[in-house]
């Protein structure tokens, strides 16, 4: 309740401050204010959220299809230090392939500790018909100059949300986010446990497998399992990720952090809808671009291969030929219209454009938007895909 003192001002005295104040800062002698990155909290703020970060290729490590990229700071482009990140978050990479201008996103394997330390790993898998994966694997190299976004993304351990333990479940080069959090753990960084249920054909596909098995013997809140899909072998799960795997080895209650390829995560949702689980304790890493809209059982019948898409960006128009299959930030890139975008799986929100005109598919597994935008005619072109000819108000991309 209010100080009975307060009851007894009348507002209209603080209006008589004005005259007073604005006597004394006159009489005041001028200064120069200090420059803005002198102040605490600006310099965090900038330490945290640089905005851009140039960094370079120091060291590549090869596996099986895959290789792991450590970046370090390039200072001669302006960029001393690494940004801190929490483990799990992502970089969004900048490419220039051929006339194609776009972003790729990529979690960070290394912990936030290494990254204090100076050092950022990103760990790229070879993929059939990948455009940008299969770009960085060839041309990367040492001394290789990289453009990229500051840390990104909410796939990290919150202990007001999630359970003291996570049961993660990888596939593929998903793992690379799971590296990061178990080494954060045995750092003494996030106070979690982690059991790690990692999907591969064979063993010999498994990134970190020696890696992994050191953490364990350094703390007893990490362990590996490898589940395997083709092979059979002692000290191993045989087959897929399914809800009587999870019950296996969770506890009484848990967290489910999850990332690997699409069709993983379309068959392991499956599974965990069986566990009853509340929906705060199941997080997910989308898990880059979606593919394939027309295997959705929703998906219309009789769509057009191809239709007009009328594209504004600051005041300028121009109409592009779209493939149905393609998402419509992808027809964009293809065409050389380069338009903000980070997560590509309707998360993060850069690439909120605004639907003018005509109708689009967005799968219900990666359409991130909010009721408003739904109202409001808005959409993610990352995973957004045309049933009609369109028109679409893009947002410039910032220089």
Same mark, same amino acid.
């Given at each position: 309740m209010a100080s009975p003192k307060l009851w007894k001002l009348n507002p209209m005295d603080f209006t008589k401050m004005t005259p007073a104040r604005n006597e004394v800062i006159e009489k005041a002698e001028a200064k120069p204010l200090p420059p803005t990155n002198s102040y605490v909290p600006n310099q965090i703020a900038n330490a945290l959220h640089p905005g851009v970060q140039h960094l370079k290729v120091n060291k590549i490590v090869?596996?099986? !299809?895959?290789?792991?990229?450590?970046?370090? #700071? !390039?200072?001669?482009?302006g960029t001393k230090s690494l940004a801190?990140?929490? #483990?799990?978050?992502?970089?969004?990479?900048?490419?220039?392939?051929?006339?194609?201008?776009? !972003? $790729?996103?990529y979690?960070?394997?290394?912990?936030?500790?290494?990254a204090l330390a100076g050092t950022y790993m990103l760990t790229i898998k070879r993929v059939d018909g990948g455009l940008a994966s299969n770009y960085i694997l060839d041309n990367w190299a040492v001394g290789t100059e990289v453009t990229a976004s500051e840390p990104l993304g909410t796939f990290t351990y919150e202990p007001l949300r999630d359970a003291k333990t996570v049961i993660g479940l990888a596939g593929g080069s998903g793992i690379t986010p799971f590296r990061s959090l178990a080494k954060a753990i045995v750092d003494g960084d996030e106070d979690a446990e982690l059991v790690l249920l990692y999907g591969t054909n064979t063993l010999k596909e498994a990134i970190f497998q020696e890696e992994f098995k050191e953490l364990q013997k350094l703390s007893p809140k990490f362990k590996l399992v490898n589940? =395997?899909?083709a092979e059979d072998m002692d000290g191993v799960e045989k087959g897929f990720i399914t809800a009587e795997l999870i019950k296996k080895?969770?506890?009484e209650q848990y967290s489910i952090f999850m990332c690997g390829p699409q069709a993983m995560v379309n068959f392991v949702d499956k599974e965990i809808e069986k566990l009853n689980l509340r929906k705060k304790f199941v997080r997910h890493e989308l898990s880059g671009e979606y593919f394939n809209p027309d295997k959705e059982e929703d998906y219309p019948t009789n769509v057009n291969p191809t239709f007009n898409i009328t594209v504004r960006?600051?005041?300028?128009?121009?109409?592009?030929?779209? !493939?149905?299959? %393609?998402?419509?930030?992808r027809s964009l890139e293809k065409n050389g219209i380069k338009s903000p975008a980070h997560c590509r799986s309707g998360e993060c929100g850069w690439c909120h454009?605004?639907?003018?005109?005509?109708?689009?598919?967005?799968?219900?597994?990666? %359409?991130? $938007? $909010?009721?408003? %935008?739904?109202?409001?005619?808005y959409i993610h072109p990352c995973?957004?895909?045309? =049933?009609? %000819?369109l028109v679409i108000e893009v947002p410039p991309t910032k220089k």
């Open positions: 090869e596996n099986e !299809n895959a290789k792991t990229y450590y970046l370090e #700071a !390039n200072a001669e482009k801190y990140f929490s #483990a799990g978050q992502y970089l969004s990479i900048e490419l220039e392939i051929g006339k194609m201008k776009l !972003n $790729r996103p979690s960070l394997a290394s912990s936030p500790k290494e589940v =395997l899909s080895y969770a506890p960006i600051a005041g300028k128009e121009q109409t592009i030929v779209a !493939n149905a299959n %393609d998402s419509i930030l454009s605004h639907l003018i005109s005509g109708e689009i598919y967005a799968p219900k597994s990666v %359409d991130g $938007r $909010r009721e408003a %935008d739904l109202i409001y005619g995973c957004s895909f045309p =049933l009609s %000819d």
